[in-house]
């Protein structure tokens, strides 16, 4: 199985910051990396799939970058609706293999 | 307008069969590349993904539940059936089906999930 580490797991950010969230795949995944945004009580939303491409609906502020092994999440100026927790997942082989998740929390 | 549905007990006993059923709309599940997979996740805990069923009945286990699932799917009814076998506390969950997009197999459409404790 292909092992996807997210760092930090948890995170203190003001609103209008800047945050970067990593996630590193165990092997090369090429580019089968999606990010999504969950609230609590809520399904995970789609944010970022193919790594870097931006879901229709998705805010301009939300990108993605990487490929291989190593990804991430940025978010260029935190909204009060952002404090969420991220997953990434890879869908290269199956299983398609969630991270651990990244909680961002308001500081 | 893609939309999923999950339904099933909110209570199962241990040891007991798990039976999750994922109504769909919006969609085909006889449509070639589509497919629909299930995720859970424990309260507080992060997503595992358990699997999917592909519209030419293919399916694919998580390796480490593959002996106590089984997906079927019904396409004239527009559904997916989770069983899941032995169950045990810490299968207590929020469980979700999720349609499969074609291209770069993220999971675009999500149902609102069911939770389902397990409890004598």
């Known amino acids: 199985d292909i092992q996807m580490t997210q760092s930090p797991s948890s995170l203190s950010a003001s609103v209008g910051d800047r945050v970067t969230i990593t996630c590193r795949a165990s092997?090369?995944?090429?580019?089968?990396l999606t990010w999504y945004q969950q609230k609590p009580g809520k399904a995970p939303k789609l944010l970022i799939y193919?790594?870097?491409s931006l879901q229709s609906g998705v805010p301009s502020r939300f990108s993605g970058r990487g490929s291989g092994t190593d990804f991430s999440l940025t978010i260029s100026s935190l909204q009060p609706e952002d404090f969420a927790t991220y997953y990434c997942?890879?869908?290269?082989?199956?299983?398609?293999?969630f991270g651990q998740g990244t909680k961002l929390e308001i500081k | 307008q893609i939309t999923l549905k999950e339904s099933g007990p909110t209570l199962v006993k241990p040891t007991q069969t798990l039976t999750l059923t994922c109504t769909f709309s919006g969609f085909s599940l006889s449509t070639s590349g589509v497919a629909v997979g299930w995720i859970r996740q424990p309260p507080g805990k992060a997503l595992e993904w358990l699997g999917i069923i592909y519209w030419d009945d293919d399916k694919r286990y998580s390796p480490s539940l593959k002996s106590r699932l089984t997906f079927t799917k019904d396409t004239s009814k527009n559904q997916v059936v989770l069983t899941m076998t032995s169950m045990d506390p810490v299968d207590t969950a929020t469980y979700y089906c999720?349609?499969?997009?074609?291209?770069?197999?993220?999971?675009?459409?999500w149902g609102q999930g069911t939770l389902v404790t397990v409890s004598s």
């Open positions: 193919a790594a870097s």
């Open positions: 092997q090369s995944i090429s580019n089968f």
């Open positions: 999720a349609h499969r997009s074609e291209q770069w197999l993220e999971f675009d459409y």
């Open positions: 997942q890879q869908s290269y082989s199956t299983p398609h293999t």
